[in-house]
């Protein structure tokens, strides 16, 4: 839709009717009300919300906040929750229809190209602005929005390619969608995130560009089932990523991912996934891989095969007891049972959050491992990108762990110390998969070659009284071993960042 037509009709829709009752719109996982929702789930708040299954609706947000009693709310917990209510402004309407129009901005400034610190990439100035802008229009429990986004960073994005062509504009957060108690559909281009929000998850993440899905959830809140079917880019014939790939003999590429949810308690969730990358010259959207109930393991590469496919399985564990909150995820890449030379690829990550630590202190603990191929297949079509961007981690082959506190201050202010230590292996997740070392040799399961090792204490805090403005900061310094794997290469560098956002929404 062109830019001056969304504004008129966005404007046209908030003429009709002005109104503060947007319950069936998708809250969009990079909108920082996700890190005050998350703190209160630390604290044993808003735990009806599935703290591993995002994006929330409104009204799965506005019912939370119902639920909880404000006199049982610390300062800071009061003030998360306050932060929450008038970020969605939940005030009360019976109009048969509702609009809105939003629009926000921003910008990061750092000496990264990079926006991950404890892998700062360049050493020069890097400005990225971004600016955000959509309507919506809903009535019962049907919903449609559009959205755009303006950013820099599609351009520069050392990571991925570039996914935008006009005024590095992309269209985002862009749906049609049915919002019931029981069950919801939803169409459009949105990000996932089956993992806390600021944790790695092993299957889907914010971490890629989004990308156009069917998305549906059946269930309630203590047995439920997702399912999603994707369209990603395709490949050349010549197995290169470009992002342009429409010609002769190029394949084409979906993703279907689905999750089944078992939370028998609001203190307690397992969940198990199962996700396929398919492709093929000829490849549409497939029935097989869209059924939930299949057993990917025995349908993949059963008679008919139509397309190539790339099976990821694995397992959650979520509790929370006592102000203590683990959350535990496992990825099987792939399971091996014929062929003795090639070992099964994994990703496993896992975090302990201790909440009230002190009155104003929480402690934290996060911890990744990911093998030298998950995420590669052999067919380079299978590898589990979109645009390079991982669709879990951008990256495999190491380990990764990380210590901090969260201290709370009653101005707005919480700051963060950190410690965080990265060993990286030589395999990359945009390579083709090896099954041996060039001299024969077995090829090792984690940290491939000469490691690369960063030590990497940091400062970081982020400051927030009101919906309508946020910034955030970060310093540290990298401690730098065999850099670019070269043995004996050592270096450090001061790795920071600055970055605020403005929301002139108007519901």
Known sequence: MPVYKLFLTAILFTLINTAFAQENRLVDVGDPVYNYISQLQHHGFLLELNPTSLPYTQKEIVNGLQKMEESALTKYEKQWYDLIKNSLKTKEDDSEINSGFNIKAGSYLGNSRRMDMVRALGNDLFVYPFAKFGGYIEASDFIAKAGLRHSLFYDRDPDGLDAANRLFIRSEDAYLGYNGDWLKIYIGRFHNQWSPIGETSTFLSSNSFSFDQINIRFGSEKLSFRSIIGELDNISADDVFTGRDFGEDSKRRFIVAHR????????????????????????????????????????????????????????????????????????????????????????????????????????????????????????????????????????????????????????????????????????????????????????????????EQTISPSLSFRYQTVPSFWVEANAGVNFIQDVEHQVGINKSRFAGFIRFGIDFSVF
Do not use: C
């Open 260 to 451: 089944f949810d078992w939370r028998p308690s609001r203190h307690f969730g397992i969940a198990l996934f199962e996700s396929v990358i398919y492709s093929g010259e000829n490849s549409g959207l497939s029935l097989k891989y869209f059924n939930p109930l299949h057993a990917y393991t025995f349908v993949a590469d059963n008679n008919p095969k139509n397309d190539e496919n790339n099976l990821l399985l694995g397992g959650m564990l979520w509790a929370q007891w006592n102000g203590f909150t683990v959350n535990t995820q496992f990825m099987l890449d792939d399971l091996q049972v014929e062929q003795a030379t090639e070992k099964n690829n994994f990703a496993f990550t896992s975090s302990l959050y201790k909440a009230q630590l002190l009155q104003n202190v929480d402690l934290g603990f996060e911890f990744e491992l990911v093998s030298h191929q998950a995420y590669v297949a052999e067919q380079s079509e299978g590898r589990y990108v979109f645009l390079k961007k991982g669709l879990a981690t951008q990256f495999n082959d190491y380990i990764l762990s990380n210590l901090y506190l969260n201290i709370y201050r009653g101005n707005g202010f919480t700051f963060t110390p950190r410690l965080q230590w990265l060993l990286q292996g030589e395999q990359t997740i945009n390579q083709p998969q090896l099954k041996t070392n060039p001299d024969g040799t077995p090829i090792d399961l984690i940290l491939t070659g000469n490691e």
